[in-house]
């Protein structure tokens, strides 16, 4: 874990300049511990933190990774207007009131809302991506000066920020700062590539000599401009996108909260709603983050109650932003698969020939979009990354229940999409006799690929087909995954024309 002092004097957008002190060794045993002290940590869908839900694997004994292709939702952060707003209306209506029967809401008493409303980052957030930055030097083995220097060296990194007036990002090692970013709403996004940057940059400096360090240069070299007609790949936008259940969070609060309004309100009614209970569920997450302990507004709710918390979230995501929750999800990630393919095959055709989200003004030009790097970092939302793990065919759950949830489920927003959740896709170059058969030593070099969703390694037999799967179908032949990924853009494409979105280029 990382503990990290905020600059007072920071603007209320929260571009962070930050110190950074490493105070635990071993993050995965850090967060594994947390996780079972705080059931926050883990149920409370899109707004946990990020946590591992697998012990990161190192590639077969007689493969290599080529390539690595990192999607990333940005960092914790503070509520949205919107959700903010709506919190601090719950809360008016049991702050202050006097005296309370239970003890567990005695700090309601003085309980003053100070997490924030504008999105910005958070200290946590920054520590997240930060840590992820500086993971990925030591996982892909880029902690050494020949490995900064060489394959290592500057890995591509782009994101996605709202309707900038004046926008520059620098980031070198004597000046590590996000500076002269004004935006309409949050940068989070960018922040998050900043700070992932940091965390890279930070893990290499110390092993390059002297003379290298000072002009050791990083920086996001690629910013979409969101907006209602921008083609962006990191930016769902389909407006015709709409769930075939609307109402499915609001009949699962109503099956468990309630207990909950029975609870609370057992000798006092404070009018509050079904609605008032899912904010202060997520406030316990918000306020927990803000101070980096148990808010005590988590003791408003019993452990049992937090995986419904869980559910609820997990209805919210699975029918608002996922397939086939959402019928046209698949179609927001096809601009991104594109990009993907391209990359992995260096064959140019598969953006050129994209009508969905490619900005065709920035990938074809070969210094904004690069053919020849190790490491590709992407920033984005939980509301992008859902789509492109749609489309390449992962936790696609039959129609989840509004009313009973199903304990076997694989859509689980916070093992899918929490603060800092990623997901990786990472190209293997195997020689031949790593697959099985007499004359496999024979065999030249083959491409293989493999994805990771917060470091749990994905099973791609039903994506791939089980004959073109190694490794327990974790590892999948290249040109059999790049065949699935064309069918699957092919259709996800004619779907996008159902969105009501016109790209302007």
């Not at 190209?427 to 690929?449: A, I, M, P, Q, T």
Request: net charge neutral; hydrophobic share 35%; proline share 6%.
């Amino acid at each position: 874990m990382l503990i990290l002092k905020a600059n007072k004097q920071q603007p209320k957008s929260e571009s962070w300049t930050v110190t950074v002190r490493i105070v635990l060794a071993s993050l995965l045993a850090a967060d594994c511990a947390a996780a079972a002290a705080h059931p926050y940590l883990t149920n409370l869908a899109q707004y946990s933190p990020f946590y591992p839900v697998g012990e990161y694997r190192t590639v077969p004994s007689k493969c290599e990774v080529s390539q690595v292709n990192l999607l990333q939702r940005h960092g914790a952060r503070q509520p949205t207007p919107s959700s903010g707003k709506s919190i601090q209306a719950s809360l008016a209506k049991i702050v202050g009131k006097g005296n309370y029967s239970r003890p567990e809401m005695a700090f309601l008493a003085n309980y003053t809302y100070d997490v924030g409303e504008d999105g910005s980052l958070i200290a946590y957030g920054v520590t997240e991506s930060y840590d992820a930055g500086k993971q990925l030097v030591k996982r892909m083995k880029c902690n050494s000066a020949t490995a900064a220097l060489t394959f290592c060296s500057a890995p591509f990194v782009r994101a996605t920020v709202r309707s900038p007036t004046n926008f520059a990002f620098r980031l070198t090692s004597t000046d590590r700062s996000l500076a002269d970013l004004s935006t309409q709403g949050s940068p989070r996004v960018v922040d998050t590539a900043g700070n992932w940057s940091r965390g890279f940059m930070d893990a290499q400096i110390p092993t390059l000599p002297t003379s290298y360090r000072k002009g050791f240069t990083f920086s996001t070299q690629v910013v979409f401009v969101e907006g209602d007609h921008s083609n962006n790949p990191l930016k769902n936008n389909c407006p015709n996108l709409a769930s075939t259940v609307p109402t499915a969070q609001e009949q699962w609060r109503a099956v468990w909260t309630p207990a909950v309004l029975q609870r609370l309100q057992d000798t006092q009614d404070y009018n509050l709603t079904a609605s008032d209970v899912a904010n202060l569920a997520y406030l316990c997450a918000f306020d927990s983050l803000k101070t980096n302990t148990t808010s005590p507004v988590c003791g408003l709710f019993r452990e049992s109650e937090f995986p419904y918390i869980e559910y609820d979230g997990d209805l919210g995501k699975y029918y608002d932003n996922a397939y086939p929750g959402a019928p046209l999800a698949r179609s927001q990630g096809v601009g991104y698969v594109n990009e993907l393919l391209t990359r992995l095959t260096s064959d140019r055709s598969y953006i050129d020939k994209d009508t969905t989200q490619v900005n065709h003004t920035i990938d074809s030009n070969s210094t904004l979009f690069p053919l020849d790097k190790f490491i590709y970092a992407d920033f984005t939302y939980d509301n992008q990354l859902l789509p492109v793990m749609s489309l390449i065919g992962l936790f696609q759950d039959a129609p989840l229940s509004p009313t009973l949830p199903c304990p076997m489920r694989t859509f689980v927003a916070s093992k899918l999409v929490p603060f800092a959740g990623r997901m990786v896709v990472e190209r293997l170059r195997c020689n031949g006799s790593y697959e099985d058969g007499f004359f496999s030593f024979l065999k030249g070099d083959s491409d293989y690929v493999r994805v990771l969703v917060n470091d749990q390694v994905m099973d791609l037999s039903s994506t791939c087909g089980k004959d073109e799967t190694l490794t327990g179908g974790t590892v999948c032949r290249l040109s059999a995954f790049i065949e699935a990924m064309e069918k699957a853009t092919a259709t996800a494409t004619k779907e996008f024309a159902k969105c009501g979105f016109t790209p302007s280029n």
